[in-house]
């Protein structure tokens, strides 16, 4: 029995263990709660800049004060209640082994190619026309939004939604591949990188100043990405990626591109500008 309650994976998730019962009601209460923050999500209205002041990051914060404001948000407190639950979870399971490093280690290490494919060919990908109509996915528009108003940073970080979509999916597909202490720990691994690549992003686009080596390099890259050029710096917590795909040049040897803020989609920008006035 106590081997049986130990095969039990994060969320009560196991495919060889588990009841087909507990997995349909865990994917009922997955699709409701994603409906529902999805139809919660901001507009690309929300997002505009405001036209009664100028653009800008505003006064300076403090590290602190971008702290709150940071965990103030849905989709922060989310992934921080999952990844503390995570953690428990693998505490109760035990069976530790070096698989675990390993597990984490080769996660690191492929994490920023993740970051740079999912930021170019994802986020950046253009609506698609079918038969005449235009298809994209939210995740597409939202962070075309972002582009728009850089300013903000709430509007940065991934809507509660996509979130609830990661904490449903993160545990599956690690249980399709790992057994469960190591799936357990590959979810603990993945969540606690979200939520850092959630924190460093929404902080770069604060009023924050850098202070250590570490993030201004970060908040440099990153900065660059949104007002110099959209088509090169697309790491964000990790910088290989870039190096590793010949995308992270000098500020000064590349062009000012004009489309850092429409990611190209012009239609999208003149619809936008008409529904600010």
């Known amino acids: 029995m106590e081997r049986q309650y130990r095969n039990i994976h994060f969320l009560g998730i196991h495919f060889l263990g ?122 597409m528009r939202t962070h075309r939004a972002h582009h728009r108003n850089p300013w903000d940073p709430k509007f940065g970080l991934t809507t509660p939604h996509f979130i609830i979509g990661f904490v449903g999916g993160v545990p599956l597909l690690w249980s399709l591949f790992m057994p469960t202490p190591l799936a357990t720990t590959g979810t603990v691994a993945t969540f606690a990188l979200i939520l850092n690549y959630e924190w460093v992003h929404y902080l770069i686009h604060t009023s924050y100043v850098p202070k250590s080596w570490w993030y201004r390099r970060l908040w440099k890259n990153h900065r660059l990405h949104h007002f110099q050029n959209e088509h090169f710096w697309y790491g964000l917590t990790m910088l290989t990626g870039d190096r590793l795909l010949f995308t992270q040049p000098t500020g000064q040897s590349t062009p000012h591109s004009t489309t850092c803020m429409t990611l190209g989609v012009q239609e999208e920008l003149v619809d936008w500008v008409d529904d600010s006035n």
């Open 18 to 139: 588990i009841r087909r019962m507990y997995l349909v009601a865990y994917t009922i209460v997955l699709i409701v709660a994603f409906l529902i923050a999805r139809a919660k999500t901001w507009t690309d209205e929300d997002a505009a800049p405001p036209s009664d002041k100028k653009p800008g990051f505003g006064p300076k914060i403090s590290l602190g004060e971008a702290r709150v404001d940071f965990f103030r948000n849905g989709s922060s407190q989310i992934i921080t209640l999952a990844l503390v639950v995570s953690i428990g979870v693998r505490i109760w399971i035990g069976q530790w082994s070096w698989w675990d490093a390993g597990t984490v280690l080769g996660l690191v290490l492929t994490w920023p190619v993740q970051e740079w494919l999912i930021h170019k060919y994802l986020e950046h990908l253009p609506p698609v026309k079918i038969l005449g109509r235009k298809f994209e996915l939210v995740i």
